[in-house]
C-alpha cells in the first residue's frame, strides 16, 4: 500500500470545485482513496462564519463563565453560541465542550476550526460530510474517469490518551469496518467481537503525509488499499442507547 500526497493544491475557496482541483495535480486510477481533509471542503461549500454572527443565549454564556472559572481564561460565548448551534446536545460543558455533531461525531467545539481560516474568524464541519464524500466520488469519477473512494477526514483527541490523530467524518465508495466476526484466529478460536474501523485506519494513514499546520497539502491518496475477503460494515458511531460513555457522561457534571 502507498500513501501520499496531493501536492500544489490552490488556496480553495467558496464555490470551488474541489474534485477538478485534485485530479488536475495528481493522475488518479480505479481503487485509489482519496482522502480529503473536512477543511477544504468545508471553504469550498462556503462554511465559514464571524463571530460576530452569533449572539449568545443563555447556554453559551453559561458555558463561557464555567469554562472560564476552571480554566482562568475567558472563553468568547460567541464561540460558544457557534458551537451549540452546530451541535445537536452538548456532552460536557467544562472543563471544554464535547458535542455531538448533527452527523454523529462526538468532539470538541463540535470540530470548529480557527487555524487556517484566512477570510473568517470560524471554520464549521461540513453539514453532511458522507453526502459530500458521495458527491466528490461522483464529481472525481466524472472528471477523470475512474472509480475511486472518497473519505472525508478531520483531526480529533482520543480518550486516554495524549495526541491527536486522523479520523473519518464521511466516506463514500468504501464500507466504514471490516467485520471479523465469525472468522478464526490462528488457533482456530472463532472472532465474536472484532470490528476494524477501517475508514479511521485510512484517515489516519492519510494523516502522516498530509501533516498539521501550515503545510498546505489537505488532500492524500492511499494507493493498492485491499479491504479483502471480509464482511463488512458501515456503521462507525455507536447507537446511542448502547453508548456507555455517552451516558455516563449526560450525567457528570465538574
Known amino acids: ?26 493522475d488518479l486510477r480505479d481503487g485509489d ?17 464571524d463571530l460576530d454572527d452569533y449572539a449568545p443565549g443563555e447556554q453559551a454564556r453559561r458555558i463561557a463563565d464555567a469554562i472560564g472559572s476552571v480554566t482562568g481564561e475567558r472563553k468568547d460565548p460567541r464561540f460558544a453560541q457557534a458551537v451549540v448551534e452546530e451541535s445537536e446536545e452538548i456532552l460536557t460543558e467544562a472543563p471544554f465542550v464535547l458535542a455531538v455533531t448533527r452527523f454523529g461525531h462526538i468532539t470538541v467545539n463540535a470540530g470548529i476550526d480557527r487555524s487556517n ?18 458527491q466528490l466520488r461522483a ?17 480529533s483527541g482520543r480518550p486516554f490518551r495524549l495526541g491527536q490523530r486522523g479520523v473519518a467524518l464521511g466516506w463514500a465508495g468504501i464500507p466504514a469496518a471490516r467485520d471479523w466476526r465469525g472468522e478464526h484466529d490462528r488457533e482456530g478460536r472463532e472472532l465474536s467481537a472484532t470490528v476494524q474501523a477501517v ?56
Open 117 to 134: 481560516v484566512p477570510d473568517a474568524d470560524l471554520l464549521l464541519l461540513p453539514e453532511d460530510p458522507t453526502v459530500s464524500a458521495a
Open 33 to 49: 482513496v482519496v482522502c480529503i481533509a473536512s477543511t477544504v471542503v468545508s471553504k469550498a461549500a462556503g462554511r465559514q462564519a
Open 199 to 254: 475508514v479511521d485506519e485510512l484517515a489516519a494513514a492519510a494523516n502522516l503525509v498530509t501533516g498539521e499546520g501550515a503545510g498546505g497539502t489537505p488532500v492524500a491518496v492511499v494507493r493498492e488499499f485491499a479491504f479483502g475477503d471480509h464482511d463488512d460494515s458501515d456503521a462507525l458511531y455507536r447507537e446511542e442507547d448502547s453508548d456507555v460513555v455517552r451516558e455516563a457522561l449526560r450525567e457528570w457534571s465538574l
Open 1 to 26: 500500500m502507498e500513501v501520499f500526497a496531493v501536492e500544489g493544491l490552490p488556496e480553495v475557496q467558496p464555490g470551488d470545485d474541489v474534485a477538478r482541483l485534485v485530479v488536475e495535480q495528481t
Open 139 to 155: 464529481d472525481i469519477r466524472e472528471r477523470a474517469g475512474v472509480d475511486v473512494a472518497v473519505i472525508v477526514t478531520d483531526t
